[in-house]
């Protein structure tokens, strides 16, 4: 369908609302902690308006680029983690029956109902030594006694990664079950066995669809401060979690909003370069 | 022997039944078309054939062996979709070589194959293209070529044509009759269109309800249909109960028509005449009474309706022969028994 650019201001019209909530909502409050994060802290919790790069700089130490490279890896190991895990699992759930597809689909929504509080603690019971998986296994004589799985690196992105799936087949979903059925028909005949077929057909031909996936749980994970510090060790932390610990803790928001806006011109630094491999990608 | 037999292939869907108990052999290098109205289990078949479906019963053997349980991708098999289902992300050269690469065939085993499927369907140079740039008969013989690249034993089709215009798929149907030809391939096409399955095929399969009603040449299910459904859905026909009097001899409308044998014992049977089958004279003279209703001259052939019995009857003939007839007019239909097929009830 060919549609008429529009001509006047009231063609615009439709616009108006989300673009003023879009302002007030977000350009506003993002524009404050910019000009936030310039400002002069005073002790005692306070800071006055200025036009200080301090706050910056204190961010340029090693301990805060650890934690900014922790906190990257850790959001791309989850985003990875959820898009291979939700794949294969949602192009199966795309071809059971519809009812059994709904279920599915409610079961999923529950989860999503869930607090990232109620989320932490969940896992920090299954993950204890006294009421946790270990028992399970101790039980089935895979383990001499029961250990405690948290808190350690391990338990935080398996936190991550039950809080963001949904959200990852709930992306993938609409484009699979879209996804011409007879592509993999297809490759079968011509030889490829259904799991080649899944490799060479239906991963290629959903590339752009798992691109956004990945950078949408990425973000999602890189926003994440609860887990971290209910499954984790302090080494374990993310810039999220620091961020929340001086603006709440310490009292200091230039600090916290400098690094906010820092993590925001990452995100989108790292975005950016995505897309940007995945065009040229698709030229190729 | 060799080809492809299916022994009392029956496929159900819950307590649907797609396909019931069909018997089909094919021998090698025939061209057959699966051809009956939608949902007549024509799709099942031909999916089942290909592996895609799994029979509830019954076996398939190819060249003597049972493939019934070799799953799809061992079945050395061609199929075209009515989708087409090309690759998006590939190009017209890497779609065709798809099947090649999955067997690990060399980059210059991949290349020669691809140039000579390229010349076959008339789109060489067209190898490093997009697949969504080109037209629609030209995917529709990108798919053909990408499906001929491992020279299967079996090409399948499911309505491959039904995508192309008008004027296209009759060229798209000679095309392909004369490929299938040339490269000797069983093939199997599933189609709704008439017109397409008497182009293409060797033997006609006409199903409808899931069962095969009738399977022969062309011209032999055009010219003694087996029953009601395929003489009636076989081009248009004239269907004509006939009755045994009390001499036993067949009547048409109360009339006596020589030399129609009805199945010995039956006292009634329909009895299908192709419209330009049907001779229109002056009354009288031993031929049925009727009357004309229409006439509709188009130049090319003129339909003649006519009404006897309490039913109408449609005669075509050519302007050469055109009848001088005007509607209102009473005339005579007369009907030689050699034009008479008595279908099975």
Same mark, same amino acid.
């Given at each position: 369908?060919?549609r008429?650019?529009?001509?006047?201001?009231?063609?615009?019209?439709?616009?108006?609302?989300?673009?003023?909530m879009?302002?007030?909502?977000?350009?506003?409050?993002?524009?404050?902690?910019?000009?936030?994060?310039?400002f002069?802290?005073?002790?005692?919790?306070?800071?006055?308006?200025a036009?200080? *790069? &301090?706050?910056?700089?204190?961010?340029?130490?090693?301990?805060?680029?650890?934690?900014?490279?922790?906190s990257?890896?850790?959001?791309?190991?989850?985003?990875?983690?959820?898009?291979?895990?939700?794949?294969?699992?949602?192009y199966?759930?795309?071809?059971l029956?519809? @009812?059994?597809?709904?279920?599915?689909l409610?079961?999923?929504? &529950?989860?999503?109902?869930?607090?990232?509080?109620?989320?932490?603690?969940?896992?920090?019971?299954?993950?204890?030594?006294t009421?946790?998986?270990?028992?399970?296994l101790?039980?089935?004589?895979?383990?001499?006694?029961p250990?405690?799985?948290?808190? &350690?690196?391990?338990?935080?992105?398996?936190?991550?990664?039950?809080?963001?799936? !949904?959200?990852?087949?709930?992306?993938?979903?609409?484009?699979?079950?879209?996804?011409?059925?007879?592509?993999?028909?297809?490759?079968?005949?011509?030889?490829?066995?259904?799991?080649?077929?899944?490799?060479?057909?239906?991963?290629?031909?959903?590339? =752009?669809?798992?691109?956004?996936?990945?950078?949408?749980?990425?973000?999602?994970?890189?926003?994440?401060?609860?887990?971290?510090?209910?499954?984790?060790?302090?080494?374990?932390?993310t810039?999220?979690?620091?961020?929340?610990?001086?603006?709440i803790?310490?009292?200091?928001?230039?600090?916290a909003?400098?690094?906010?806006?820092?993590?925001?011109?990452?995100?989108?630094?790292?975005?950016?370069?995505?897309?940007?491999?995945?065009?040229?990608?698709?030229?190729? | 022997?060799?080809?492809?037999?299916?022994? =009392?292939?029956?496929?159900?869907?819950?307590?649907?039944?797609?396909?019931?108990?069909?018997?089909?052999?094919?021998?090698?290098?025939?061209?057959?078309?699966?051809?009956g109205?939608?949902?007549?289990? %024509?799709?099942?078949?031909?999916?089942m054939?290909?592996?895609?479906?799994?029979?509830?019963?019954?076996?398939i053997?190819?060249? $003597?062996?049972?493939?019934?349980?070799?799953?799809?991708h061992?079945?050395?098999l061609?199929?075209?979709?009515?989708?087409? #289902?090309?690759?998006?992300?590939?190009?017209? +050269?890497? =779609?065709?070589a798809?099947?090649?690469?999955?067997?690990?065939a &060399?980059?210059?085993?991949?290349? %020669? @194959?691809?140039?000579?499927?390229?010349?076959?369907?008339?789109?060489?140079?067209?190898?490093?293209?997009?697949?969504?740039?080109?037209?629609?008969?030209?995917?529709?013989?990108?798919?053909?070529?990408?499906?001929?690249?491992?020279?299967?034993k079996? *090409?399948?089709?499911?309505?491959?044509?039904?995508?192309?215009?008008?004027?296209?798929?009759?060229?798209?149907?000679?095309?392909?009759?004369?490929?299938?030809? %040339?490269? +000797?391939?069983?093939?199997i096409?599933?189609?709704?269109?008439?017109?397409?399955?008497?182009?293409?095929?060797?033997?006609?399969?006409?199903?409808?309800g899931?069962?095969?009603?009738q399977?022969?040449? !062309?011209?032999?299910?055009? @010219?003694?249909?087996?029953?009601?459904?395929?003489?009636? *859905?076989?081009?248009?026909?004239?269907?004509?109960?006939?009755?045994?009097?009390?001499?036993?001899?067949?009547?048409?409308?109360?009339?006596?028509?020589?030399?129609?044998?009805?199945?010995?014992?039956?006292?009634?049977?329909?009895?299908?005449v192709?419209?330009?089958?049907?001779?229109?004279?002056?009354?009288?003279?031993? #031929?049925?009474?009727?009357?004309?209703?229409?006439?509709?001259?188009?130049?090319?052939?003129?339909?003649?309706?006519?009404?006897? $019995?309490?039913?109408?009857?449609?005669?075509?003939?050519?302007?050469?022969?055109?009848?001088?007839?005007?509607?209102?007019?009473?005339?005579?239909?007369?009907?030689?028994?050699?034009?008479?097929?008595?279908?099975?009830?």
């Amino acid at each position: 369908m060919k549609r008429e650019p529009p001509q006047s201001i009231a063609d615009y019209g439709p616009l108006f609302f989300p673009a003023g909530m879009l302002l007030i909502f977000f350009v506003v409050p993002f524009g404050t902690m910019i000009a936030v994060s310039f400002f002069q802290r005073q002790e005692g919790g306070f800071y006055t308006p200025a036009f200080v *790069f &301090s706050n910056y700089e204190r961010f340029l130490t090693a301990f805060f680029g650890g934690v900014l490279g922790f906190s990257l890896m850790l959001a791309v190991t989850v985003a990875i983690c959820c898009v291979v895990l939700a794949l294969p699992f949602t192009y199966l759930l795309s071809r059971l029956t519809r @009812r059994l597809q709904v279920i599915w689909l409610v079961a999923l929504l &529950s989860v999503l109902s869930l607090s990232e509080v109620i989320i932490g603690f969940a896992w920090s019971t299954l993950l204890s030594r006294t009421a946790g998986l270990s028992n399970l296994l101790v039980k089935i004589g895979l383990l001499e006694q029961p250990v405690a799985l948290f808190p &350690s690196f391990g338990a935080v992105p398996t936190g991550m990664v039950y809080q963001a799936l !949904p959200y990852t087949i709930l992306v993938l979903y609409p484009a699979i079950v879209r996804l011409d059925p007879t592509l993999m028909e297809a490759a079968r005949t011509l030889g490829s066995s259904p799991i080649r077929a899944f490799f060479n057909v239906l991963v290629p031909a959903l590339r =752009n669809t798992i691109m956004a996936t990945l950078i949408m749980v990425f973000i999602f994970a890189l926003g994440s401060y609860l887990l971290p510090q209910i499954l984790g060790r302090p080494q374990h932390w993310t810039l999220s979690v620091l961020i929340t610990d001086q603006a709440i803790y310490q009292s200091n928001m230039p600090f916290a909003a400098a690094m906010a806006v820092f993590l925001v011109l990452v995100t989108l630094g790292l975005v950016a370069l995505t897309l940007l491999i995945g065009r040229k990608g698709e030229k190729a | 022997m060799s080809g492809l037999v299916l022994n =009392n292939v029956t496929k159900q869907f819950g307590a649907f039944t797609a396909v019931d108990n069909v018997h089909l052999s094919v021998p090698h290098g025939t061209f057959v078309c699966l051809l009956g109205p939608s949902g007549c289990g %024509k799709t099942t078949l031909l999916r089942m054939i290909a592996g895609l479906e799994d029979p509830t019963n019954g076996t398939i053997l190819l060249d $003597g062996a049972d493939i019934t349980d070799v799953p799809t991708h061992k079945r050395n098999l061609g199929m075209v979709f009515q989708s087409l #289902a090309l690759f998006p992300h590939l190009s017209v +050269g890497e =779609n065709i070589a798809y099947s090649l690469r999955i067997r690990g065939a &060399s980059r210059e085993e991949q290349k %020669k @194959r691809v140039d000579e499927l390229l010349t076959l369907i008339h789109l060489s140079g067209y190898g490093d293209r997009p697949v969504s740039k080109l037209s629609g008969g030209q995917r529709q013989r990108v798919a053909i070529a990408r499906a001929l690249a491992l020279s299967p034993k079996i *090409f399948l089709l499911d309505e491959p044509l039904s995508a192309l215009d008008a004027k296209l798929r009759e060229a798209m149907q000679v095309e392909l009759r004369q490929l299938q030809q %040339k490269l +000797g391939i069983t093939t199997i096409v599933v189609t709704h269109d008439q017109r397409e399955a008497m182009t293409m095929a060797d033997t006609v399969v006409v199903m409808n309800g899931g069962h095969i009603r009738q399977a022969a040449s !062309p011209i032999e299910i055009y @010219r003694k249909p087996a029953d009601t459904f395929v003489a009636d *859905f076989i081009g248009s026909t004239n269907l004509i109960e006939t009755q045994v009097d009390s001499s036993g001899a067949a009547t048409i409308f109360g009339h006596r028509v020589q030399g129609i044998v009805l199945p010995a014992g039956a006292q009634k049977a329909t009895i299908s005449v192709r419209p330009e089958d049907v001779h229109l004279t002056a009354p009288g003279n031993g #031929a049925i009474d009727g009357t004309v209703t229409f006439v509709r001259d188009l130049g090319g052939t003129i339909e003649t309706f006519v009404e006897a $019995g309490g039913q109408q009857i449609i005669a075509v003939s050519t302007p050469r022969e055109r009848p001088e007839v005007t509607a209102g007019q009473a005339v005579g239909i007369a009907l030689s028994p050699d034009v008479c097929v008595v279908l099975k009830q």
